[in-house]
Nanobody, 120 residues
């Protein structure tokens, strides 16, 4: 599976940003896709995931602010981030696979990720 996360950058607190994850090398429509983030000095954590059926799940810290969606025609998953906070600052990664492995972040190679920095 090849993954390309993009869309990161510098944004002010309260602002919005949309991240994009392009997936190739697999049957995209059959896979779940997750967004994860890792802040300096912290472990990688699950932010949100979307199943092949469109089922979504979010970390409590982002519920009501972030929205994950998928476009099976474009093999792409988006993460719309609103009301950003300084604590959202992290490198954001995406990954794809079976739902149970996506939910557990038990996946193979992770790619480079995209940096999101929220200034206060």
């Amino acid at each position: 599976v090849q993954l390309q996360a993009s869309g990161g950058g510098l944004v002010q607190a309260g602002g919005s940003r949309t991240l994009s994850c392009a997936v190739s090398g697999t049957i995209f429509s059959l896979n779940s896709v997750g967004w994860y983030r890792q802040a300096p000095g912290k472990q990688r954590e699950l932010v949100a995931y979307i199943g092949s059926s469109g089922y979504t799940n979010y970390a409590d810290s982002v519920k009501g602010r972030f929205t994950i969606s998928r476009d099976n025609a474009k093999n792409t998953v988006l993460l719309q981030m609103n009301s950003l906070k300084p604590e959202d600052t992290a490198v954001y990664y995406c990954n794809a696979g079976p739902l149970n492995r996506v939910a557990a972040a038990s996946l193979g190679s992770w790619g480079q990720g995209t940096q999101v920095t929220v200034s206060s």
